[in-house]
């Protein structure tokens, strides 16, 4: 097949359960988007790793495919899942664990023990010390694993995010290297400076000869043996922020997946807000740019776990004692209660399973409007997206514009993150003015004066 001359770049977004490849034409748009499954997680419990080979493999393939459609040396932007990471051997490039899943909660009784070191933590990283992250996660394996204690030690090892070994593979073991996005997610990085922290390493017993320099997410060049040169490489939800909030907006994106995450651009990275994140999203030389974020942990499986839906949402309130937390892997922002989950009242218990579906729906609109009101405490947002495969479930624009009495924007295209870091590698501004449709207030009437009653529902949950 002849190359394509009208693409300006490839885009790879490395997911946990897909991963994508898009072209990017001349015009800043994706022409086409492959996907292949990734290799499945496994691990009982707080355990969630995957076989890295097998999931280089799968990418490389997409790859090898892709790049037989494009001209060689054409450049390519990775978007990848934050927080996962790869120990592999030095020498011969073959990893020494499991990969370990950003899902992975092996280190939650390490940072329990190890709370005291929590101040210290957000004012460097804008973070939490949960188990969520890389740092963590190394000390409680080193912990119970003396073996890889030395190996990390003696420089046998090395560390990296997921894209950064895949990049070392594809590179031919020459480039060990991530960008300020992706190593701000392993609470090792000093974000005031975009550097790893000697402190923190130290907390979490990190030699520094084991990780990957930092260095700009775009206007890189490293040669890759598929015949694509890698420009840039940013961390997913920071590349989806990037092709949806324009620099200096008041715009407001609550992406709609597996989690849900709403982020607002903050000019300050050394601002914090109790109970949410601050976090680069894109790293350079002339600029750094940050987000403020809360999260809802797994509200999309949580829907998936009482039906597709969709679920309507009726004017009148027909289930008014269902009340339901909506967070299926641990209660997020602002609280960070990894022990409370999935939560449905007596109410909501009794209800069949569309009628749950409903509670945890309203609970997500809940979640939402509580975050959106604690980031936007003087004035509330001048625009209101909405973006991932939650947001088609027609109840969730309409419910939320109801429930803040205002309209609120889709996104139409589905592949925000890939979009991005194709567009960075593409060496174009990252705000790709995504087309969007509005959608006005329509349906749960009553939302607006059950929140209140959630709210206190909620408060019982957390005090009992």
């Known amino acids: 097949m ?6 300006a770049s490839v885009g790879l977004d490395l997911g946990s359960t897909r991963i994508k490849a898009g072209l990017l034409d001349g015009r800043g748009r994706l022409a086409s988007v492959r996907a292949v499954d990734a290799p499945a997680l496994h691990g009982n419990g707080g355990i969630r790793e995957g076989d890295a080979e097998a999931y280089a493999e799968a990418a490389f393939a997409l790859l090898e495919v892709v790049a037989g459609e494009v001209p060689r040396d054409t450049p390519l932007g990775i978007a990848t899942q934050r927080s996962t990471f790869v120990i592999w051997e030095r020498d011969s490039g073959r990893p020494s664990r499991p990969m370990v899943s950003w899902q992975d909660r092996r280190a939650a009784a390490w940072c329990a023990r190890h709370r005291s070191l929590e101040p210290d933590v957000v004012r460097r990283t804008g973070l939490l010390l949960t188990a969520h992250y890389a740092g963590p996660k190394l000390a409680a394996m080193q912990a119970d694993d003396p073996a890889l204690r030395d190996a990390l030690r003696s ?19 020459r480039v060990h290297e991530t960008d300020l996005s992706v190593a701000a997610r392993t609470l090792m990085v000093n974000i005031g400076d975009g550097r790893w922290s000697d402190e923190l390493l130290g907390h979490f017993a990190v030699p520094p000869a084991v990780l990957p320099a930092i260095v700009p997410t775009a206007g890189r060049s490293v040669e890759l043996g598929v015949g694509l040169r890698l420009a840039a490489t940013v961390a997913d939800q920071a590349a989806g922020a990037l092709a949806v909030l324009d620099a200096g907006s008041r715009c407001a994106l609550v992406n709609l997946g597996t989690g849900a995450f709403v982020l607002r651009n903050t000019d300050d990275g050394a601002r914090r807000r109790e109970g949410y994140l601050t976090a680069p999203i894109l790293g350079g030389p002339e600029a750094t740019r940050f987000t403020i974020e809360g999260t809802i942990n797994g509200a999309g499986p949580a829907l998936d776990r009482f039906g597709n839906g969709p679920t309507a949402l009726p004017d009148v309130d027909p289930s008014p004692a269902a009340f339901a937390i909506p967070d299926l892997a641990g209660l997020g922002s ?9 939560t449905l009242s007596a109410g909501a218990r009794a209800l069949d399973a569309a009628g749950r579906r409903r509670a945890v729906l309203e609970g997500l609109l809940f979640r939402i409007a509580q975050i959106l009101d604690e980031l936007f405490e003087i004035a509330p947002p001048d625009r209101l997206l909405l973006a991932g495969g939650v947001a088609r479930e027609p109840a969730v624009p309409a419910g939320l514009a109801t429930l803040l009495r205002r309209p609120v924007d889709v996104l139409v295209e589905r592949e925000s993150g890939l979009t991005g870091a194709a567009r960075l590698a593409a060496g174009l501004g990252p705000f790709a003015r995504g087309t969007t449709r509005s959608v006005e207030p329509g349906g749960g009437a009553y939302l607006s004066s059950k929140l209140p009653k959630w709210s206190s529902w909620l408060e019982s949950v957390l005090s009992g």
Do not use: A, C, N
């Not at 602002?334 to 999935?342: E, S």
């Open 155 to 173: 420089g046998r090892q090395l560390f990296g995010t997921l894209e950064s070994f895949l990049v070392w593979k594809w590179s031919r073991e």
């Open 2 to 7: 002849k190359p394509l001359d009208d693409i």
């Open 334 to 342: 602002p609280y960070w209660r990894p022990g409370i989950g999935l």
